[in-house]
């Protein structure tokens, strides 16, 4: 399957999917469940998205904030590939408004002109191809945004031999999740709490539509899921909320879908929240284990005891990992090499 190639305007960005005209005269963006509704000129809340000459446009298409080659570990993906490298990159803007956001100067940028790498989809698998990346990674910001530019990037890659990944909050509509989930091989996406309150109050968004995109791509598609939580002092942090949210993850996804839990570190809107104590992302880590889940990590601090990959099986350790260095790797085949059991993933 080729790249189609997208209607382009001037300026460079490309039309848009997902949108229709509504009785008022303007027109509603379909990407994601905010359905931004649009006159002449404006742009939706993501920024990237605007209303030109009675059609969505995609501002961002074929422009990056800048590439980087990173280990896949990074994203977080410890059951995709270890030890292979990854060729990451994103764009500008984001459909959420998360307050502890950590990636601020990019997702919340509104200064389009700073995406100053021009790249077309057939270019970034050609750098990837070139610098030995096993794959592609749509990140630093929500690739939910820049769905058609990543879907595009994703098919060329898949033409050269690349695999592709997204790292996103999951905070998109149905048609264009099917659309876009179909062409990714592996996603990391965020579970940020298990609480409505949390989601409305902190990122400006709901809850049940990232549950609904988290149960999809599990159950629905072909990507290797892995989740991440982002574990924030008095915010997310209880025993029960951490519980509810091991059980939800166990029951929808799955004993042998990887879990995450990340500290925070004081940035944007909320740097008067203290780090997460490592105590906290063990307690949490300890609850999910208990739950039920057979790999459950522990990242932005180094805790090598809950870095590696143990056999759900026999314990013994198939990947051992400290921080970001390549990782020991031990299964033969995606079998544990002790007692054969299956570790889930891409080997």
Same mark, same amino acid.
């Given at each position: 399957m080729s790249v189609h190639p997208r209607e382009r305007v001037a300026g460079g960005g490309a039309v848009g999917q997902w949108w229709q005209e509504i009785d008022d005269g303007r027109i509603q963006c379909d990407l994601c469940p905010r359905f931004c509704r649009l006159r002449e000129g404006q742009r939706g809340f993501c920024f990237v998205r605007l209303r030109e000459d009675d059609q969505i446009i995609l501002d961002t298409y074929g422009r990056t904030s800048g590439l980087a080659i990173d280990p896949i570990e990074k994203k977080p993906l410890y059951h995709v590939r270890p030890g292979t490298t990854v060729l990451s990159f994103g764009t500008a803007g984001c459909n959420l408004a998360c307050k502890f956001c950590q990636n601020w100067s @990019? *997702?919340? *940028? =509104? #200064?389009?002109? *700073?995406?100053?790498?021009?790249? #077309?989809?057939?270019? @970034?698998? #050609? @750098?990837?191809? =070139?610098?030995?990346?096993?794959s592609v990674a749509f990140t630093y910001n929500d690739p939910t945004i820049f769905a058609e530019y990543a879907i595009d990037t994703a098919i060329a890659c898949h033409e050269a031999g690349i695999r592709t990944v997204a790292v996103s909050a999951g905070y998109i509509s149905p048609e264009p999740r099917a659309d876009m989930y179909r062409h990714m091989d592996a996603a990391n996406i965020d579970l940020k709490a298990f609480s409505e309150d949390f989601y409305w109050k902190l990122t400006g968004a709901h809850l049940q539509p990232v549950l609904d995109t988290i149960s999809y791509v599990a159950n629905e598609t072909d990507c290797f899921l892995e989740l991440t939580t982002l574990v924030i002092p008095d915010h997310n942090d209880t025993p029960g909320e951490i519980g509810s949210l091991a059980h939800w993850v166990l029951s929808e996804c799955g004993p042998d879908t990887p879990l995450h839990f990340s500290a925070f570190h004081p940035d944007w809107k909320m740097r008067d929240v203290p780090r997460t104590p490592l105590a906290t992302l063990r307690m949490a880590r300890e609850i999910a284990l208990e739950v039920g889940l057979n790999h459950v990590y522990l990242g932005n601090v180094r805790d090598p005891g809950s870095a590696s990959t143990h056999c759900p099986t026999c314990s013994v350790v198939v990947v051992e990992r400290d921080t970001y260095r390549t990782p020991q790797i031990h299964p033969r085949d995606g079998a544990c090499h002790e007692c054969g059991t299956s570790i889930a993933g891409m080997w």
């Amino acid at each position: 399957m080729s790249v189609h190639p997208r209607e382009r305007v001037a300026g460079g960005g490309a039309v848009g999917q997902w949108w229709q005209e509504i009785d008022d005269g303007r027109i509603q963006c379909d990407l994601c469940p905010r359905f931004c509704r649009l006159r002449e000129g404006q742009r939706g809340f993501c920024f990237v998205r605007l209303r030109e000459d009675d059609q969505i446009i995609l501002d961002t298409y074929g422009r990056t904030s800048g590439l980087a080659i990173d280990p896949i570990e990074k994203k977080p993906l410890y059951h995709v590939r270890p030890g292979t490298t990854v060729l990451s990159f994103g764009t500008a803007g984001c459909n959420l408004a998360c307050k502890f956001c950590q990636n601020w100067s @990019i *997702s919340k *940028s =509104r #200064e389009i002109d *700073s995406l100053h790498v021009k790249a #077309e989809p057939t270019q @970034i698998a #050609e @750098i990837a191809q =070139r610098h030995g990346c096993d794959s592609v990674a749509f990140t630093y910001n929500d690739p939910t945004i820049f769905a058609e530019y990543a879907i595009d990037t994703a098919i060329a890659c898949h033409e050269a031999g690349i695999r592709t990944v997204a790292v996103s909050a999951g905070y998109i509509s149905p048609e264009p999740r099917a659309d876009m989930y179909r062409h990714m091989d592996a996603a990391n996406i965020d579970l940020k709490a298990f609480s409505e309150d949390f989601y409305w109050k902190l990122t400006g968004a709901h809850l049940q539509p990232v549950l609904d995109t988290i149960s999809y791509v599990a159950n629905e598609t072909d990507c290797f899921l892995e989740l991440t939580t982002l574990v924030i002092p008095d915010h997310n942090d209880t025993p029960g909320e951490i519980g509810s949210l091991a059980h939800w993850v166990l029951s929808e996804c799955g004993p042998d879908t990887p879990l995450h839990f990340s500290a925070f570190h004081p940035d944007w809107k909320m740097r008067d929240v203290p780090r997460t104590p490592l105590a906290t992302l063990r307690m949490a880590r300890e609850i999910a284990l208990e739950v039920g889940l057979n790999h459950v990590y522990l990242g932005n601090v180094r805790d090598p005891g809950s870095a590696s990959t143990h056999c759900p099986t026999c314990s013994v350790v198939v990947v051992e990992r400290d921080t970001y260095r390549t990782p020991q790797i031990h299964p033969r085949d995606g079998a544990c090499h002790e007692c054969g059991t299956s570790i889930a993933g891409m080997w």
